[in-house]
C-alpha cells in the first residue's frame, strides 16, 4: 500500500441519547482531509443484529473515503463482542433504540 494515501481513522465513544450507554464508533476522513471544509458523510452500518465492527482495515471503508467520503461506523446495542447483556439488548425489540445509538454518532 506504499503508494496509496489511505484514510485517517480515530475512535470514538459515545453515549447514546436514549440512556447514555457507551456506545463504540469510529470515523475515518478522507486523505488529505481539510477541517476547513464541509464533507459528506456516510453512515456505515454493519449486519446482523449480531455482528461488529473493531480497529482493523477496512476495505469498504477505506474505498469510500478515498471518494471523498468522511465514514461513520459504530457498535451499537445488540452489537456482539459487547457481551451477552449488550448484544441481548434488542432481543424481541429490533429496530429500536439501536436507530438512536446510530443518530448520536450522525
Known sequence: LGHKQLAK?????????????PIQAWVA??????????????????????????????????????????????NPRGSDSYGKEFAQTIHHNYPSNDYDDLMTGV
Open 9 to 21: 481513522v480515530e475512535e470514538l465513544w459515545l453515549k447514546s441519547n436514549h440512556d447514555q450507554l
Open 29 to 74: 476522513y478522507p486523505p488529505g482531509f481539510d477541517s476547513n471544509k464541509k464533507y459528506p458523510l456516510i453512515l456505515e452500518i454493519h449486519g446482523g443484529p449480531v455482528a461488529n465492527y473493531g480497529p482493523h482495515f477496512s476495505a469498504e471503508v477505506q474505498l469510500y473515503a478515498a471518494k471523498g467520503n468522511v465514514v461513520l461506523y459504530m
